[in-house]
């Protein structure tokens, strides 16, 4: 996007703009300012022992002056951010905040932006920059932060910051007014410091200093500290002297500007006065800033201003000076009084002094405030571009509705950066207007010939639209590029005959035009190229919700739900997340409830987008619902109608199809078994020869039972093979085994065909009845294995005696084992210590022999490889097994449901010791193994009951983590808040005392977090 040679300044990370050397400089302190010990001790002790330091007081208070000062005695790399008005755009501020960190820690430079380009929320960016720090012990100041008090997304820039920084970092918040950050304990370091009016303000001693430095000997300390309270400014510039006979004098009505009037400025001759007012706009004045707003004589006025008793503070080594901020508002204001031209004219001149600097989006805000929207239209688009980049949609559409009236309506670069706008704000329907209006004034080819993104963006939003033929006619007038390619690759999942025509490859470039290569690859079931996390912080960002979507359909809803939870929580789920996948996605984790009502929030997310793809999305969703949920095929027909009755549904082969299956579906369960065919066959053809996988399984199994059912026993056997083929294909079972367990006599009539019995159909048999669906006689026995306690096998739920110990081994062994199979050396080592004697061979055999005799046609042996199976017909299970199983299981689950699901496990684990008296290196290993799991377990359980209020629970649990791991600091922890829950204060320091006793058996002592714990919950 724009140009590739945007460069950075003063530590702003790649493609960030240029930033404003003087924002992330302290200021420097004048010679003759007085030292305030107090104060800087004061703050000081403060940065050293808090991670957050707030100077909240009022203009003139000595905020800055003393924070500098303070900062001297530290030791730490001092980063520092000086905020302007403009800074209220979060994006703006995670970029500055870059910048000012970069100038201690070269680790974060790029953190930000590339996390802005990867569309993170601002505030999860600027956590992100936090945490980039890491453990260099720098000082971050904010100063002037009041500017963004307004702003409410800025502010949570900054609260973010303060929350992620890592404790060995401090923050120091500088601002007229207490900023609206919830400042909430948490970390090993105490929070929040503050100083205020009252902790900054002048006491005599320092007032006599101050005025004696000043040569103000005229003035009684004691006179000025009783009538301003110590208010620095007020004691330094006599603003309290004026209020009894200067209000009004030279036109003013507050008293410090009437005094600055009388006493400061009319003390200048004209020229001199001229130049503050007309330079006050300048954060900096220097004699080439000056110049470049049209003053006279600069560097000549500036070195007899140098002369002057002026409220401002000079540079040491140049010319160049900075007014206090109070004299600068007041100059400001007077520069305001002017009239709206002179006030123009000025803020001309500071725009094209800071686009000859290189500021560019600074000098695009002082163009848009001179009314000189044109001077922006050589440099704005890039600007632009980084503007949308880091979602800051307000200032673009602001800059966007302010160059209108002076842009060429077909320039390129800003049609792509409407677009842009609007497709990052998912707003196709706005993006289509834009293309629209180029259309009706006979320009849209136009640009599509200049720009093949713009023409692209715009075939994104016809693409929305269902106008397959727009898009066509874009497709025709483009350039090849990489953005077009996308576009072509895309139109894969919704009309066949466009493909072929525009081919494209589909490869990833890094752009936000992957977001349609990852849509596609995941309609046409690349799912397994999906998993992989990409290298690209935008493509990561926009391949969120296709991954989500990937893990969901090759189910790994564990995984699914965690990070849809995250995205969902970030703010920044997306119109298909939330509306399309979102509730079948809760449905399927058992949340209906929740399922209905994101479809029904989503409905109006849908109709904002102005997206008719989304909406028939949208409906296909609810109609799967109606299933699922409500086992109402009736409904779902009639949801299946609408979509039918759209006229663009035809356009999108991946919403037809889906539709069909759903509609072939709803028939079979209401026993209309021609409809189903004719329905699947439909679909199942088109997803066939479009290579569109996603539900090519279930389509092809849901066919395979029409056809049977139809009398068609070839077709049916045909269907499912298809089925089966499709799933190897999209690299899992997942769909596959849904549509089994709707019909499982599929699998059966199909395994009938099957003379062996190791055959994939036989997997998923027995993935089948890991599930509880029935299959028939195909498998045989359920056997299962009692580990815990005492060893035992039940076949069907009977059991049956296994004389010899290393046969009842040899089973569990297999069992326990993904692919229930073993090598005969494996054996030997796991069951006989690597043995290789004839002896451990022969006790080899005699168990085989015993477990085959016990259990017929238990085991297979390949003799030419030596690999020993269980046989697939027979379906083992292990209470091991399950409890891995249950542990697994809980952690999709929240709360008391977790809770239930994790005792349920330890019941499985406190029936006894695992393989009570057997020994075997793999015995060994595998009882430590479940022993650390069950230990994680019960932490993470009592954890859950305390949560729940379940605390005699919690602190049972709590209890027997520390009887089997003494050394585990976050139990007694624990067993010090149940203790504090229930009022039991004695507790709460024997806990503490118990675990001080238990660490220094091996010369270790209590962590921070447990010390300050206990002083957190003594009374």
Known sequence: ???????????????????????????????????????????????????????????????????????????????????????????????????????????????????????????????????????????????????????????AVLHSVAKYLPDVARLVLISRQELPINLGGMGAVPWTGAVGEEDLAFTVDEAMQALDASG???????????????????????????????????????????????????????????????????????????????????????????????????????????????????????????????????????????????????????????????????????????????????????????????????????????LMLALSREDYGAGIEVADALLRSGRREEVAGRSSRA???????????????????????????????????????????????????????????????????????????????????????????????????????????????????????????????????????????????????????????????????????????????????????????RIREDDVSHSFAFVNEPALMLSGLAHLLEGDDRAARDDLAAAVKGMTEGHRRLHLPAAAVFLAEAEWRCGNEDAADAAADLALRSAEEQGSNHVLLDALARFPAVLSRRLDLERRADTP?????????????????????????????????????????ISLTKSFELLVFLANRSRQEATRQELLEALFDARADESAASYLRQATLRLRKILPDSLEVDRATGLVRLNGRMRVTTESAQLIHLLGQATSLRGADRLRTLLAAFEIADRGTYLSGMRSPWIDERRLYLARLVRDGRLEAAELAFAEGHLKQAGRLAAEVLRQDPFRETAWRLQMRVAHAVGDHDRIVAAYRDCERTLAEIGAEPSSATSQLLADLRP
């Open 761 to 801: 159909w036989h997997g998923l048999g027995r993935a089948l009845m890991v599930r509880g669906v029935e299959v028939g006689d195909v498998l045989s026995a359920a056997v299962h294995g009692i580990e815990f306690g005492r060893r035992a096998v039940l076949v069907n739920g009977e059991e049956v005696k």
């Open 455 to 641: 023409a692209s963006l715009m075939a994104w939003c016809y693409l929305h639209a269902g106008r397959i033929e727009d898009i066509r006619q874009l497709l025709a007038v483009a350039d090849p590029s990489p953005d077009m390619d996308a576009l072509r690759h895309s139109l894969r999942v919704a009309d066949d005959r466009l493909a072929d025509e525009f081919p494209g490859s589909g490869a990833l470039t890094g752009g936000p035009l992957d977001a349609l290569v990852l849509r596609a690859d995941y309609d046409l079931g690349r799912l397994k190229s999906l998993m992989t996390i990409p290298e690209s912080p935008w493509v990561v960002r926009a391949a969120e919700p296709w991954r989500i979507g990937a893990l969901f359909a090759t189910g790994h809803l564990d995984q699914a739900f965690e990070l849809y939870q995250a995205v969902a929580l970030s703010g920044d789920s997306g119109v298909w997340l939330s509306a399309v996948l979102g509730p079948r996605l809760m449905a399927e984790v058992g949340e209906a409830d929740a399922a209905w009502s994101l479809l029904t929030e989503g409905r109006a997310r849908i109709a904002a987008s102005g997206s008719r793809m989304f909406a028939l999305l949208g409906m296909l969703t609810e109609a799967e619902l109606e299933l699922i949920l409500h086992d109402d095929p009736a409904a779902a027909r009639r949801v299946l109608d």
């Open 216 to 418: 103000r000997t005229d003035i009684d300390p004691v006179e000025a500290i009783i009538e301003t309270g110590g208010w620095v400014t007020g004691v330094m510039f006599e603003a309290w002297r004026s209020a009894d006979h200067v209000i009004g004098s030279g036109g003013e009505a507050d008293p410090l500007h009437g005094y600055l009037s009388l006493q400061i400025l009319d003390q200048l001759d004209p020229a001199e006065r001229e130049f503050l007012i007309t330079t006050s706009v300048l954060p900096e004045v220097t004699p080439a800033a000056a110049e470049a707003l049209g003053a006279q004589d600069a560097t000549v006025l500036l070195h007899r201003l140098r002369s002057r008793r002026l409220p401002v503070s000079w540079e040491q080594d140049a010319v160049a000076m900075r007014c206090h901020p109070r004299f600068r508002e007041y100059l400001v204001q007077l520069l305001a009084r002017r009239g709206e031209q002179a006030l123009r004219a000025v803020h001309l001149g500071n725009a094209c002094l800071l686009a000859k600097e290189g500021h560019l989006e600074e000098a695009a805000e002082e163009f848009f405030t001179a009314g000189h929207p044109e001077g922006a239209l050589p440099f704005v688009y890039p600007v632009l571009e980084r503007v949308i980049e880091r979602t800051d949609f307000p200032v673009a559409e602001r800059w966007l509705r302010e160059l209108a009236p002076v842009r060429d309506a077909a320039q390129p670069e800003l049609v792509e950066a409407e």
């Open 1 to 155: 996007m724009g140009p590739s040679d945007r460069s950075s300044l003063d530590g702003a990370g790649p493609g960030a703009a240029r930033v404003i050397r003087r924002k992330i400089t302290p200021p420097l302190l004048p010679p003759s300012v007085v030292r305030r010990p107090r104060v800087e001790s004061l703050l000081a002790r403060l940065i050293e022992n808090h991670r957050i330091v707030c100077a909240f007081a009022s203009a003139g208070a000595g905020k800055t002056t003393a924070v500098l000062q303070a900062a001297a005695q530290l030791d730490r790399p001092l980063a520092w951010l000086s905020m302007d008005a403009t800074d209220a755009a979060p994006g703006r501020l995670v970029v500055y905040l870059e910048a000012a960190l970069a100038a201690c820690d070269p680790a974060v430079v790029g953190v930000g932006t590339a996390a802005l380009a990867a569309k993170i929320p601002h505030a999860e960016a600027a956590g992100l920059l936090a945490e980039a720090v890491e453990d260099v012990p720098l000082l971050l100041v904010i100063d002037d932060a009041e500017r963004i008090a307004h702003a409410p997304e800025a502010v």
